[in-house]
């Protein structure tokens, strides 16, 4: 069981699940959403569109297709709204029941993104408590899912994780 976190752009990783912080359409965007669809092809936005979309918290998985990884699980983070709009449990929710997600489909290994910081402006240091915290919380009571990677794209959110993980060893 490891948790580490890595610089790096999420659709190069050869994993079981890469996380995709999507929007309640599943259909597609920027961000993080646009280059996992631009890399994993058109075929992936045909099988989201058989899901009918995601509430914010929840998860839902499709195949990975052209991507290295073999899933990708889409979660929709929460728009940030000041911080009293639910946005710590909503976000948390996002991990647990993309680590639920995984748990059931027998992946071993996932990647997180760090979902809600880009365009749904979740403060990056706020983000990054709640998703390591929740997954330190859950992953010991995980069967399935052996490694956890929190994929940084940027040096800001690289140096925070790396911190707190730190912080909490
Ligand atoms: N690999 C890893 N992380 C990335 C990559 C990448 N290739 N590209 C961006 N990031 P965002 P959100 C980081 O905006 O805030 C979309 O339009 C980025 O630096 O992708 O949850 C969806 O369709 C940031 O730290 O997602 C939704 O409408 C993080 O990924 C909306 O954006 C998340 O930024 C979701 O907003």
């Not at 959403?33 to 899901?51: S, Y």
Request: include cysteine; proline fraction near 5%; glycine fraction near 12%.
């Amino acid at each position: 069981m490891s948790i580490q976190i890595i610089q790096s752009d999420i659709t190069t990783l050869s994993v079981g699940a890469i996380v995709n912080a999507a929007n309640s359409s599943l259909l597609g965007g920027g961000g993080v959403d646009g280059a996992i669809h631009r890399a994993a092809g058109p075929e992936l936005v045909k099988e989201c569109a058989t899901i009918g979309g995601c509430p914010t918290g929840e998860a839902r998985i499709t195949g990975g297709y052209r991507l290295p990884a073999k899933r990708v699980i889409h979660t929709v983070g929460p728009v940030w709204q000041g911080g009293n709009h639910k946005e710590p449990e909503l976000l948390a929710s996002c991990y647990r029941n993309s680590l639920r997600l995984a748990e059931e489909n027998g992946i071993t290994s996932i990647a997180f993104p760090n979902i809600s910081t880009g365009v749904y402006g979740y403060p990056k240091d706020k983000a990054a408590e709640v998703a390591i915290g929740t997954v330190a919380d859950v992953l010991p009571s995980c069967k399935v899912v052996q490694d956890v990677y929190f994929v940084c794209f940027d040096a800001e959110n690289f140096a925070l994780y790396r911190r707190l993980l730190q912080e909490k060893q």
